[in-house]
């Protein structure tokens, strides 16, 4: 069963943006999705709540914010949501369920820093796959060059870069996903995330 955490120590950098829209995808193939919410704003939990009877079901794991169990058996595919701050007991626990880690990162000095230790951490623990992915990002802008430069620097991949664009808002307000609306309303967004939904497909 694949388990795919998003993570990282930063607030604001997309994290439940990109739970959703991975919890999306592998309903939008028939997958049996289960959902959890490790962040005390449980913003994903509250999408849920959101999301209509009509479109394709993705179901709720209730995860304990002190201990953090292993999903149930009838789910195929498993996303997890986490908080700001994640470290220490809480971080390994979820590394040890995890089969793949994303890392959302914004174009901005300061969640660069932020991140740089727990990307260090994630590649001495290689107890799971890692991916980078660019939130919001402008490649006409200095700030974008600067997200490449560190990337480059280190020895992930990057899945892809996804613009700043209303269209993850507006489809998160009604509980949807890219996957959940026709392709031709989202498909430079849907190009973006190719290279994403390859890497969650190996």
């Known amino acids: 069963m694949p388990i795919v955490v998003v993570a990282n120590p930063k607030g604001g950098v997309g994290k439940t943006t990109l739970s959703t829209n991975v919890a999306g995808y592998y309903a939008s193939r028939g997958h049996t999705v289960m959902l959890g919410d490790v962040d005390r704003q449980q913003s ?12 394709r079901p993705i179901h709720t794991w209730e995860v304990s914010h002190d201990q953090i169990a292993r999903p149930p058996k009838e789910a195929t595919h498993v996303v ?4 700001a701050g994640l470290h220490g007991k809480r971080f390994k626990d979820v590394l040890k369920l995890a089969n793949k880690v994303i890392v ?13 230790d727990f990307l260090d951490e994630l590649t001495e623990t290689r107890r799971a796959a890692v991916g980078i992915v660019g939130m919001r990002v402008d490649p006409r802008t200095i700030a974008a060059d600067k997200l490449a ?9 990057v899945l892809g870069y996804l613009r700043d664009t209303q269209n993850y808002i507006h489809l ?12 031709w309303r989202v498909e430079k967004d849907l190009q973006q995330w190719q290279g994403i939904c390859d890497w969650l497909d190996r």
């Open 149 to 157: 430069e560190f990337v480059a620097s280190l020895d992930l991949p």
């Open 104 to 116: 959302p990162l914004q174009p901005s000095i300061f969640d660069i820093y932020a991140t740089r």
């Open 44 to 55: 994903s939990a509250l999408w849920l709540r959101l999301r209509p009877p009509t479109a």
């Open 172 to 183: 998160a307000a009604r509980g949807l996903t890219l996957f959940d609306v026709a392709p």
């Open 80 to 83: 997890l949501d986490t908080p």
